[in-house]
């Protein structure tokens, strides 16, 4: 009932208790002169109710024949039709009128509040919006404001909302399944040891595949297609692609050195592309040591689950034999090369360098190392001044600007140490490059070098120094390393394996033999790498800023100063010798503008994964972030809340792993 119909009852009673109480004073037999007045005063008061029911009544009529002038005689039928509601509201935000569509539907809203009726409503009236979309019952409605007056208008949504739910469920999604390590493996296991691999570690991955109603087709023995709808992947996103964690388990029952790596592309209807996706997707997981899903919607960021494992040495001896030949051919073809690191490259970066200098230099290709623009740590520079004389006989140093003048197309570009060219020392050169070719070890981010010729990226090596060392033995014109190049390489070596106590391989101590052999100064190694009393003093400074974070961790925000990059990274090595901590944390700034974090791990917490939370990257065991135009404080506080989210993750797969294990 609408207000003017509430007010025709009150009227009626009024009228009514008049008559009463008129009545009562005739029965009461009071003087019928006296009485004249008290008729009077009540027909009088009769004529002035009904008079403004009357004018309300007409007021409704005119606005009825107002809304029918504007929409025409037939707007009944027309809204009807085409499930359009309006709605008329006062000051207070109340009903006063509603149309037949929303009247059949039986809404009681007249002299009531719209927002007790939908609150987002009051965006409409709070907000500078003028369009929403809200859900009441059954019903989606598209609300709109008219402006400049007090109406709104409802659009029916609900069949066009439900066939959009439908076709964002029903869309395609494309992915690969790879068992790492798998084909490698298959060469050297006998029947009885691939069967047992494939009952324990292959159909696990096709059952899960089969529960979650995927079309599963196989490609080669250790990789399959995949075809699901958004809808079967929302299910197994929110299951975390708990079958990483089975097969990691079953893998280790069974002692063999194979994990999981997915990829899921998805968001376009472009199939060659999603193709593209979706093989470029799973080259990033395992780049990033496998184990682990790297999934992506077109036009979005790339999002990892997993990677909670250290990279598997898969990198077998034909493999090494073939990158190595595939190197040599691509220095024969140029017809010079240029060899370029990251900025403020470090020992594990110039050794490498030197390395790749040597080689090309051993098939008569004028070379040049780009390394007098982008910044040397400390202690490096100090090497590379002891080390001036024989060095500069052996190697042409040159300038970034210098290298991009002389470049050609025919040149090539070998880039050691780094894969990401936002990290790159010689951004002029990489722009201007056309071959280029990619030594590292560190995990592929999404933002990798353009178009490379050759990339060989292992993840699961100590350091591009054990990379490249291997690279010696299988050219066919002899390569020889000075003393002072094999030293550099084996300090690199020392520097990243934190001098052997970390990510280290049987591979690594063939390279360091390999390097002993050709001269390696071990006690000058040793010298290089010690520091000088102002360095231990700023250590000791800086040590005064950590403390203890869930009992084994250490964090240390250096508050003041400023910090050298190399100095933090081994303050981060050097908390990790307190007894306890599985993880360490250093955040200084390294100038004016950068605020730099190094953290490092002794294997249990992934330090890479908290990193990558922070748009940083690295190994499992050692990862960085720099970031400009902030403070230590501000990167302290968000490092403690992705530490948060990283502990709680890895609760929850470690309950994920409980209940398979029961």
Not at 629 to 653: C, D, G, H, P, W
Request: charged letters at 25%; hydrophobic letters at 40%.
């Amino acid at each position: 009932m609408d207000r003017l119909e509430n007010f025709k009852v009150q009227i009626a009673i009024i009228i009514f208790a008049q008559l009463v109480a008129l009545l009562a004073f005739y029965l009461a037999d009071i003087d019928q002169i006296s009485m004249i007045p008290m008729v009077v005063l009540v027909v009088l008061n009769i004529l002035i109710i009904l008079w403004i029911v009357y004018h309300f009544q007409n007021e409704k009529i005119q606005k009825e024949i107002n809304i029918s002038h504007i929409l025409g005689h037939d707007a009944k039928d027309a809204l009807m039709y085409g499930q359009i509601g309006i709605i008329t509201y006062d000051e207070q935000y109340h009903a006063t009128w509603i149309n037949d569509f929303l009247q059949e539907r039986k809404l009681s809203l007249v002299g009531k509040k719209l927002t007790a009726w939908i609150p987002e409503i009051s965006q409409l009236f709070q907000d500078d919006v003028d369009r929403i979309v809200a859900r009441s019952g059954d019903y989606v409605y598209e609300i709109i404001r008219k402006e400049g007056g007090q109406v709104l208008f409802l659009k029916d949504i609900s069949e066009v909302r439900n066939l959009k739910q439908r076709c964002m469920e029903d869309s395609v999604v494309a992915g690969l399944i790879q068992l790492d390590n798998y084909m490698e493996i298959q060469q050297y296991e006998d029947e009885a040891r691939m069967a047992q691999i494939n009952t324990c570690l292959r159909q696990p991955v096709l059952e899960w595949a089969t529960q979650y109603g995927m079309f599963v087709r196989r490609l080669r023995s250790d990789r399959f297609l995949v075809i699901l709808n958004e809808k079967i992947f929302a299910q197994v996103v929110k299951d975390k692609f708990s079958i990483l964690n089975t097969v990691r388990k079953s893998a280790e029952e069974i002692d063999a050195s194979i994990t999981l790596s997915m990829s899921f592309a998805r968001g376009t209807d472009d199939y060659r592309l999603m193709d593209s996706m979706v093989n470029d997707l799973l080259e990033l997981a395992q780049s990033r040591g496998g184990d682990q899903v790297a999934i992506k919607r077109y036009g979005e960021n790339v999002k990892y689950f997993g990677g909670n494992s250290e990279a598997k040495e898969k990198r077998s001896r034909v493999r090494v034999r073939v990158m190595s030949q595939a190197v040599k051919e691509a220095i024969l073809e140029a017809q010079r090369v240029f060899v370029i690191g990251h900025r403020e490259m470090d020992f594990d970066c110039m050794g490498s360098a030197l390395c790749m200098s040597s080689l090309a230099q051993a098939y008569g290709k004028e070379t040049y190392v780009v390394s007098r623009s982008g910044g040397i740590e400390a202690q490096l520079q100090a090497a590379l001044y002891e080390f001036h004389d024989v060095l500069d006989k052996r190697h042409k140093f040159i300038e970034d600007s210098e290298a991009a003048r002389m470049i050609k197309d025919h040149d090539l570009v070998i880039v050691v140490d780094h894969n990401n060219p936002n990290q790159t020392g010689a951004p002029l050169t990489l722009e201007q490059a056309n071959r280029i070719v990619v030594i590292d070890h560190h995990r592929r981010s999404e933002e990798f070098m353009r178009n490379p010729l050759l990339v060989y990226v292992e993840t699961s090596a100590s350091s591009t120094c054990e990379l490249v060392s291997e690279f010696l033995p299988y050219q066919t014109n002899k390569v020889n390393l000075c003393e002072e190049e094999a030293t550099l390489m084996y300090v690199g070596i020392l520097v990243d394996t934190n001098r052997f106590r970390q990510r280290t391989g049987s591979r690594t101590f063939e390279a360091v033999a390999y390097l002993k052999n050709q001269g390696v100064d071990a006690i000058g190694a040793e010298n290089l790498l010690k520091e000088s009393y102002s360095e231990f003093e700023a250590k000791a400074h800086i040590m005064r800023f950590a403390k203890r974070y869930h009992e084994h961790m250490m964090i240390a925000p250096v508050m003041e100063g400023i910090v050298s990059r190399s100095l933090i990274s081994q303050i981060a090595d050097s908390l990790l010798d307190i007894k306890g901590m599985e993880a360490s944390f250093v955040i200084g700034a390294i100038d004016h503008e950068t605020i730099a974090v190094s953290a490092r791990s002794k294997g249990v917490v992934n330090v890479q994964v908290i990193m990558e939370k922070m748009s940083g990257g690295g190994h499992f065991g050692a990862a960085a972030l720099q970031r400009k135009n902030t403070t230590v404080e501000a990167v302290y506080e968000e490092l403690i809340q992705k530490i948060e989210e990283y502990t709680k993750e890895s609760k929850e797969e470690s309950e994920d792993e409980s209940n398979l294990i029961k």
